[in-house]
């Protein structure tokens, strides 16, 4: 919607400077109208971590990982959407206006090399769409005088528009389409130095969205963690049900590949004091190839009256070389006090809020309120830190329980996703066991078929959740 005009100069969307403002040159609108703020189209199912393609982070040593190349086309031919951060470079220009030193734009192919061998610092997201393997390293001239190793590109879509596309998705960005308009499409080599975070996701399409998500993990995180245990332990949520409900899936996020996930969900008695203290309704253990966040439907959905107060309980595993880690799947990140510590290297912070009830941990067979046990870990980093440890880190990983005190912890990543209910389901009648019958008996039963047996109920299980802020059913804080 045109609102005013220009008063700044005007860049196309790619970034080459058009023209000083003008009384006639539009600005557009981008807000978006109250009502459609919250609007969920597809829930989120699952959205895996998957292996770096540089073999680590920027600043440090570029190395080329095969496997990570192999894993985004397993997750593109699974029919999932993959997404990769790079250096952008059609968003920063050389002295030459309108060229990039990275890309040549006559292919719309780019290369980012480094010159010191190390991984360059991305700064953008794409979506990967597909791939050639034989398209030649000749495509990726460009100002640096560089070309990849190998053949091979990702295609990619870019955020940018593509010409003639209108507002707001209009832009001279991408190899030419069948029209000699730019596409909004790209190539990027598999041995560019900057593509690192690819991550698969995956949409329940089917157009059904959850009522209720109960959740309390609504901090933000710059990556993702799990505190890890040598010794035996299981997380839990308690939730209780603001409206009649069926539940008809949990999720859970895990950190390391290979994960071994068994989830369980309780109804618990009342004024109970532990996420165990109840019936166990529903039970799924799965084997999980990535980290990330995994979202499972159970064979039938339990229905949880208003006011009922029920649980999710977690147990992840990993097994490297013999040797099990116990994970709790929450998240972390810098809090207040690490601006003190560190200056000017900490530019934001989080404030956890993880209210008593809310959250647990299982250890040495007793289950401990989540929000006690971070005190009592925090302040254990401390004392480390106070007895002059050299690596705070290291120390607090050797010591099961302590936790950094320059972090603040979420609540445990675990949801319980919902539809309304009216009221509870009907249970099936069950047939009424016969007797014991003489032979004779038996032949006048078997040539008599008995038309009053019900038929068991068959449960539809609809799949799962965009997580999107919490819009469902979810704990509104105050930090």
């Keep these: 919607m045109l609102t005013e005009y220009a008063a700044e100069p005007i860049f196309d969307a790619a970034g080459n400077f058009i023209q000083e403002p003008t009384k006639d040159t539009p600005v557009y609108d981008w807000s978006v109208d109250e009502s459609q703020r919250f609007t969920r189209r597809y829930e989120l199912e699952e ?34 959407g993959v997404t990769l951060s790079l250096y952008d470079d059609t968003a920063t220009r050389t002295d030459d206006r309108g060229r990039s030193q990275f890309i040549n734009r006559n292919s719309w192919s780019q290369y980012v090399a480094s010159d010191d061998g190390k991984i360059y610092g991305a700064a953008h997201n794409v979506n990967i769409v597909g791939w050639d393997d034989t398209w030649a390293v000749d495509n990726f001239d460009t100002l640096v005088g560089k070309k990849p190793p190998a053949p091979g590109a990702w295609i990619i879509k870019n955020s940018y528009g593509a010409e003639g596309a209108g507002f707001p998705n209009e ?5 030419l389409d069948e029209k000699g308009k730019h596409s909004g499409y790209m190539r990027v080599s598999y041995y560019d130095m900057s593509l690192t975070y690819p991550t698969s996701f995956n949409y329940d399409s089917s157009g059904h969205i959850s009522d209720f998500i109960n959740q309390y993990d609504l901090m ?15 997380s839990a949520n308690v939730f209780t049900a603001a409206e009649n409900q069926n539940i008809h899936a949990l999720s859970v996020e895990t950190e390391k590949p290979n994960t071994h996930v068994e989830l369980e969900l309780w109804k618990l008695n009342d004024g109970a004091k532990v996420p165990t203290d109840g019936t166990r309704v529903a039970t799924i253990q799965k084997d999980v190839e990535w980290g990330g966040y995994h979202r499972f439907s159970l064979e039938e959905p339990s229905f949880m009256n208003k006011g009922q107060r029920f649980s999710v309980v977690a147990r992840l595993t990993t097994t490297n070389d013999g040797a099990t880690t116990y994970q709790v799947p929450v998240h972390r990140d810098v809090n207040e006090s690490a601006i003190k ?4 290297a900490v530019t934001t912070y989080v404030t956890g809020v993880v209210n008593e ?59 319980a996703f919902s539809d309304a209910a009216s009221e509870a389901p009907v249970a099936p009648e069950q047939p009424q066991p016969q007797p014991q019958q003489d032979s004779a008996s038996k032949t006048k039963l078997a040539a008599t078929k008995d038309a009053s047996l019900p038929n068991a109920l068959v449960a539809c299980v609809a799949v799962i959740s965009i997580m999107l802020l919490g819009f469902a059913y979810s704990k509104t804080r105050h930090a």
């Design 47 to 80: 959205a895996n971590t998957l292996p770096q393609v540089t073999g680590g982070y920027a600043g440090q040593p570029y190395n080329y990982n095969e496997a990570a190349t192999r894993a985004i086309k397993q997750e593109l031919l699974a029919g999932k």
């Design 357 to 415: 009830g809310e959250s647990y941990i299982l250890r040495e067979g007793s289950w401990k309120d989540w929000s006690g046990a971070i005190k009592e870990g925090q302040a254990a980093g401390a004392k480390l830190e106070a007895e002059g440890v050299k690596d705070l880190n290291a120390a607090i990983d050797k010591q099961e329980g302590a936790l950094n005190p320059y972090y603040d912890y979420d609540n445990i990543s675990l949801k």
């Design 341 to 344: 510590k560190y200056g000017k």
């Design 220 to 234: 933000t995180a710059s990556a993702p963690y799990t505190q890890k245990y040598n010794s035996e332990v299981a």
């Design 171 to 175: 832009g001279k960005i991408g190899y």
